[in-house]
């Protein structure tokens, strides 16, 4: 392929279509220099609609992601697939008749079974509503309370973090830190096994820093961005994972997925969701 082909790519699905468009993005995140088009058609419920988007993908040479619980519907997408040559992956249903065979019984078919408003549903709004209201060191008495004690210094994406493993069921209270503030009791108080250090390159946190002042109507060259502040915080700031004894993860080049997984490894934690 070359930087000017563009791909068209369906998401199908009876539900939401959340793990198909994952599918595809991790997919697509190997090959940054191609254009994708998305198609995304979600609660296919008949097979006339499902027909005629499977025409449309066919008219473009698209690639399916495809996750149907609804057996009839997804035989008749498989069907239509073979016969027109259309590239169509099922993500679900390979998975689901193999358990159905070794298990001898039948899959429910349920459409979107995994977003059943479970108690581990509710738990999880539980965490996420816990993080926002103990984000950015908004209460330091969540640090008692918290699972995961998230530090760094400004723009080493705490709340990012933070939110993201709020997610996936944990409850999560970020603090900032700041030369100029004391750094609260309580922080010394807790268990350090469950404080997570945050850092990063001083460059990077200088491009972030220097972004952020453009957003707010504010010229370069600020003390704030500057990178001998920079790196008096991140001086500062490792002091003190020193002093807690606490775990430090380098959020440089990483997306926030792999940093909430190496949280949840460094931490022993288990996947919730």
């Known amino acids: 392929m070359n930087d000017n082909t563009v791909l068209h790519y369906y998401i199908l699905s009876d539900s939401i279509g959340e793990t198909a468009q994952k599918v595809a993005k991790a997919s697509f995140a190997q090959f940054p220099n191609i254009t994708t088009v998305s198609h995304k058609y979600t609660f296919i419920s008949n097979h006339e609609t499902l027909h005629s988007i499977l025409e449309d993908a066919n008219e473009h040479d698209g690639l399916v992601f495809m996750t149907i619980a609804d057996a009839e519907l997804a035989k008749f997408a498989e069907k239509y697939c073979i016969k027109t040559g259309l590239i169509c992956y099922n993500l679900i249903q390979p998975f689901t008749l193999e358990i159905a065979r070794r298990l001898e019984t039948e899959p429910s078919a349920i459409s979107g079974a995994q977003y059943e408003l479970s108690e581990d549903y509710f738990d999880r709004i539980r965490a996420m509503e816990f993080c926002l209201a103990y984000d950015d060191g908004k209460d330091p008495k969540g640090l ?130």
């Open 144 to 273: 008692r309370e918290a699972e995961i004690v998230i530090l760094g210094i400004s723009r080493t994406g705490k709340t990012p973090l933070s939110m993201y493993l709020g997610t996936l069921g944990y409850k999560v209270a970020n603090l900032p830190l700041i030369p100029e503030k004391e750094v609260t009791p309580i922080l010394y108080e807790i268990d350090s096994k469950k404080i997570i250090g945050l850092t990063n390159s001083s460059g990077v946190i200088n491009k972030h820093r220097e972004s952020r002042m453009k957003e707010y109507g504010i010229g370069t060259g600020s003390k704030y961005a500057s990178k001998a502040r920079v790196n008096e915080e991140l001086e500062y700031a490792h002091n003190i994972y020193e002093e807690l004894g606490c775990p430090i993860i380098n959020v440089s080049d990483r997306s926030i997925e792999e940093s909430a997984s190496i949280v949840m490894e460094v931490m022993n934690l288990p996947q919730r969701i």
